[in-house]
């Protein structure tokens, strides 16, 4: 059975290792954690899925969006349900005026563009929902 969510994690850990990333998560996330995280698999061999709190620490640790990995897990749609549409037309526009990315007179790759836009998206949604919430900007 292939799991889309934890090849992800895999694949955004790279080479450090289970231990790195739990230390880099300030105690948020266990190596066991992660791993159990990647494989998708828990006690029992029963499906595991992280709680949205862990994807949270997962987005924050390795920079990509946390409705990324929400909608990876099965959570939700890619647009947080507290958005309105006014918000996710204005988002699109933006990401979508930035395909042709470039950094220190250097082309970004396919690989890299996505990388900024999904930090992107994590760092606006968190803003408006933090608006939305009442809270401070930043």
Known sequence: ???????????????????????????????????TAEK??????????????KLKAFADVYGVSYSKLMNLAGYSEETPDWASQDDVIELQTLLENNVNMAYGGESLTEAE??????????????????????????
């Open 113 to 138: 563009k996505q990388r900024v836009k999904d930090i992107l998206t994590t760092l606006f949604w968190d803003k408006l929902q933090k608006k939305k919430e009442g809270g401070k900007r930043e």
């Open 1 to 35: 059975m292939p799991n889309e969510l934890g090849n992800y994690l895999r694949e955004l850990r790279g080479t450090k290792s289970l231990r790195e990333v739990a230390e880099r998560s300030g105690g948020k996330l266990s190596h066991n954690v992660i791993s």
């Open 40 to 53: 998708g698999v828990g006690t029992h061999g029963n499906a595991y899925v992280p709680s949205p709190e």
